[in-house]
T-cell receptor, first 113, second 114 residues
Framework: AQSVTQLGSHVSVSEGALVLLRCNYSSSVPPYLFWYVQYPNQGLQLLLKYTSAATLVKGINGFEAEFKKSETSFHLTKPSAHMSDAAEYFCAVNAGGGNKLTFGTGTQLKVEL | NAGVTQTPKFRVLKTGQSMTLLCAQDMNHEYMYWYRQDPGMGLRLIHYSVGEGTTAKGEVPDGYNVSRLKKQNFLLGLESAAPSQTSVYFC?????????????FGSGTRLTVV
């Protein structure tokens, strides 16, 4: 069985501050992990993915995530938040080479002036 | 290149009515998926298909049926709509069985059942 847990359904940061969105996974086999972003009234867009190569993964829009096996985590970070980063972010896992992604419940990021 | 196109974008149904949601992709992807998104619950897989003519149940299949008669299309049907099926529905596609590939999502169908 595979699952992801996103800690914090709502996160609020000031513009220019560090963004940290947390994701922990559960998997009995080495996982493939993904972060998706959803802007209002749109579909999901792939931000970045971990596929067992480098543990530090860089994505679009200045986001990156680090795979830590010892902590079963794949947290998403961005050094400096921008107003345009306000969106909902989903962590997802695919373990064992299966055909299905399992999503977390999402984290709504709010960026304040 | 349109990617994944979902129709309709919005729909209001009365309880007991039926409808079909259409998903079309122009990327020649083998795999297609239907998810529903509800507040606080993330995306949950309804049904999926690993190729033309094949379908399989996901996490929450009850009350839905699907068909994949053509590779580019994946239809989601509601035979007798219920208020619990009020949701935003997303279709996604993926190229082949390689887990490295991310999914491409449509922009969603917002369905309200009254």
């Amino acid at each position: 069985a595979q699952s992801v847990t996103q800690l914090g359904s709502h996160v609020s940061v000031s513009e220019g501050a560090l963004v940290l969105l947390r994701c922990n996974y559960s998997s009995s086999v080495p996982p493939y992990l993904f972060w998706y972003v959803q802007y209002p009234n749109q579909g999901l867009q792939l931000l970045l993915k971990y596929t067992s190569a480098a543990t530090l993964v860089k994505g679009i829009n200045g986001f990156e995530a680090e795979f830590k096996k010892s902590e079963t985590s794949f947290h998403l970070t961005k050094p400096s938040a921008h107003m345009s980063d306000a969106a909902e972010y989903f962590c997802a896992v695919n373990a064992g080479g299966g055909n299905k992604l399992t999503f977390g419940t999402g984290t709504q990021l709010k960026v304040e002036l | 290149n349109a990617g994944v196109t979902q129709t309709p974008k919005f729909r209001v149904l009365k309880t007991g009515q039926s409808m079909t949601l259409l998903c079309a992709q122009d990327m020649n992807h083998e795999y297609m998926y239907w998810y529903r998104q509800d507040p606080g619950m993330g995306l949950r897989l309804i049904h999926y298909s690993v190729g033309e003519g094949t379908t399989a149940k996901g996490e929450v299949p009850d009350g839905y049926n699907v068909s994949r008669l053509k590779k580019q299309n994946f239809l989601l049907g509601l035979e007798s709509a219920a208020p619990s099926q009020t949701s935003v529905y997303f279709c996604a596609s993926k190229d082949g069985g390689n887990t490295n590939y991310g999914y491409t999502f449509g922009s969603g169908t917002r369905l309200t059942v009254v």
